[in-house]
């Protein structure tokens, strides 16, 4: 990032004057596709994509290099059993059933990957049928269980990762992930976790997307307030009575991605995805200063949730904002008091290669991935977030004592360094 890409990016937080970025502007008409690497630079996608929030496809151009195009891929274009078998064959994987319901999701189960693949052959000899149905291997964390190096090389474009970030500095968990099954196999209608941004790279085969612009699935809810399992449904489309928005809907978005190309999925875009083909894909979720105030909104909706499906207990129930959080964070993933470490870990990282900018030790490039301006925005981003957070009622009632830093005292550091930064 430069000093001219991060003023663009600060005058068009101050135009949002509390507004939701991903709830800013009309939505496009189409999907753009970006077609050749070296004409394309991170400030066109994060002026023309990133900060508008809206999706586009890369060529397969853009992962021409990665190993597992070379390796996880047969000459003929499919998957190389062979090979996954023979360096991941025991690895437990998730697996979920795409013929079963589950609320709106599939139950899962995890099994050796080498069990998948003997599901998978017997699916396509089948004729792409089986009496144990559908199986889709999702949300594999292969990048946790096994060394990465050589399968991707992580775009410029989605290196500014918070959330990798954070996890990777725990040493816990991630959010990379691998997604593997046969044609057939689908994602029901669903907003990525935390409001993030996600990317997808087809590793092989074809998926089809369908994305849904931030308040289009305000339409698509019935008259319980429920979302649909699954858009395609000529069921859904048919109950007007128990959708009495949908004439408001507008068609999706469609995408068709062909194998190595990349799909970017904005903050807040709902969306359903289906394989047109025996498909791998590798896909991160990701948040970072352009979609932090959509993660915190989206925080705050959960714990309004919870707190209104057990308000009838508010006054008998010892403790009742704590158990909210709890159960928040069962349902969610995260409370607030996880986002407030969240937030703080991301700031002290950036507190410390500020000094380095102070001291001139930091170039373009280096430590921080993109530079000293972006580590400025991140400053800026991550001091208007906690800013709302530290005076949010139900965050004042979390017991912040476990942390060394207060959250007072860390948005203080933070508005000093942005004082002291003005210059730069």
Same mark, same amino acid.
């Given at each position: 990032?430069?000093r &001219?890409t991060r003023?663009?990016?600060?005058?068009?937080?101050r135009r949002? $004057?509390?507004?939701?970025?991903?709830?800013?502007?009309?939505?496009?008409?189409?999907?753009?596709?970006?077609?050749?690497? #070296?004409?394309?630079?991170?400030?066109d996608?994060?002026?023309?994509?990133?900060?508008?929030n809206?999706?586009?496809?890369?060529?397969?151009?853009?992962?021409?290099?990665?190993?597992s195009?070379? *390796?996880?891929?047969?000459?003929?274009?499919?998957?190389?059993?062979?090979?996954?078998?023979?360096?991941?064959? !025991?690895?437990?994987?998730?697996?979920?059933n795409?013929g079963v319901?589950?609320?709106?999701?599939?139950?899962?189960? *995890?099994?050796?990957?080498?069990?998948?693949?003997?599901?998978?052959?017997?699916?396509?000899?089948?004729?792409?049928?089986?009496? =144990?149905?559908?199986?889709?291997?999702?949300?594999? *964390?292969?990048c946790r269980?096994?060394?990465?190096?050589?399968?991707?090389t992580?775009?410029?474009?989605?290196?500014?990762?918070? /959330?990798?970030?954070?996890?990777?500095?725990?040493?816990? !968990?991630?959010?990379r992930?691998?997604?593997?099954g046969?044609?057939?196999?689908?994602?029901?209608?669903?907003? #990525?976790?935390? =409001?993030?941004?996600?990317?997808?790279?087809?590793?092989?085969?074809r998926?089809?997307w369908?994305?849904?612009?931030?308040?289009?699935?305000?339409?698509?809810?019935?008259?319980?307030?429920?979302?649909?399992y699954?858009?395609?449904?000529p &069921?859904?489309?048919?109950?007007? $009575?128990?959708h009495?928005?949908?004439?408001?809907?507008?068609?999706?978005?469609?995408?068709?991605?062909?194998?190595?190309?990349?799909?970017?999925?904005?903050?807040?875009?709902?969306?359903?995805?289906?394989?047109?083909?025996?498909?791998?894909?590798?896909? *991160?979720?990701?948040v970072?200063?352009?979609?932090?105030?959509?993660?915190?909104?989206?925080?705050q909706r959960?714990?309004?949730a919870?707190? $209104?499906?057990?308000?009838?207990?508010?006054?008998?129930?010892?403790?009742?904002?704590?158990?909210?959080?709890v159960?928040? =964070?069962?349902c969610?993933?995260?409370?607030?008091? &996880?986002?407030?470490?969240?937030?703080?870990?991301?700031?002290?990282?950036?507190? /410390?290669?500020?000094?380095?900018?102070d001291?001139?030790?930091?170039?373009?490039?280096?430590?921080?991935?993109l530079?000293?301006?972006?580590?400025?925005?991140?400053?800026?981003?991550?001091?208007?977030?906690l800013?709302?957070?530290?005076v949010?009622?139900?965050f004042? =009632?979390?017991?912040?004592?476990?942390?060394?830093?207060?959250?007072? !005292?860390?948005?203080? $550091?933070?508005k000093?360094?942005?004082a002291?930064?003005?210059?730069?």
């Amino acid at each position: 990032m430069d000093r &001219e890409t991060r003023a663009f990016a600060e005058s068009h937080f101050r135009r949002l $004057q509390g507004r939701l970025p991903s709830n800013v502007g009309p939505s496009p008409g189409r999907v753009d596709f970006i077609e050749k690497p #070296d004409s394309f630079s991170y400030t066109d996608f994060f002026k023309g994509y990133l900060l508008p929030n809206v999706p586009c496809v890369f060529s397969s151009a853009f992962t021409e290099g990665w190993g597992s195009r070379k *390796h996880w891929v047969t000459a003929s274009g499919k998957p190389n059993f062979d090979y996954l078998l023979q360096n991941y064959g !025991d690895a437990v994987v998730p697996v979920a059933n795409c013929g079963v319901r589950e609320f709106n999701s599939n139950p899962k189960e *995890h099994v050796p990957l080498r069990d998948y693949i003997t599901y998978w052959k017997e699916f396509i000899q089948g004729e792409y049928s089986s009496p =144990r149905g559908c199986l889709y291997l999702k949300d594999w *964390h292969v990048c946790r269980d096994f060394s990465a190096k050589g399968l991707f090389t992580l775009p410029v474009y989605f290196s500014s990762d918070w /959330l990798n970030e954070y996890w990777d500095a725990l040493d816990v !968990d991630d959010y990379r992930f691998i997604y593997m099954g046969p044609t057939g196999t689908w994602s029901p209608f669903h907003a #990525d976790i935390f =409001r993030s941004f996600s990317w997808s790279v087809n590793i092989c085969g074809r998926k089809k997307w369908l994305l849904f612009p931030p308040g289009q699935e305000e339409a698509l809810r019935d008259c319980h307030g429920g979302l649909p399992y699954d858009v395609t449904a000529p &069921e859904f489309w048919d109950s007007h $009575q128990q959708h009495p928005m949908l004439e408001h809907c507008s068609p999706p978005l469609e995408v068709i991605q062909e194998a190595g190309e990349m799909v970017f999925v904005p903050s807040g875009w709902h969306h359903q995805v289906h394989n047109l083909e025996d498909t791998i894909s590798i896909n *991160h979720n990701w948040v970072n200063g352009c979609n932090l105030a959509n993660m915190w909104h989206f925080l705050q909706r959960e714990l309004s949730a919870v707190q $209104q499906e057990v308000s009838e207990w508010r006054d008998t129930m010892p403790d009742w904002h704590n158990h909210c959080q709890v159960i928040m =964070r069962s349902c969610s993933g995260i409370n607030f008091e &996880e986002f407030y470490c969240f937030l703080k870990v991301i700031a002290e990282r950036r507190l /410390l290669l500020a000094k380095k900018i102070d001291s001139s030790e930091l170039k373009c490039g280096e430590d921080s991935g993109l530079g000293s301006q972006q580590v400025i925005f991140d400053i800026g981003r991550i001091a208007e977030v906690l800013a709302s957070v530290v005076v949010n009622p139900d965050f004042q =009632r979390v017991d912040t004592s476990i942390f060394s830093l207060q959250p007072e !005292d860390l948005l203080q $550091q933070l508005k000093d360094v942005l004082a002291a930064m003005e210059s730069v």
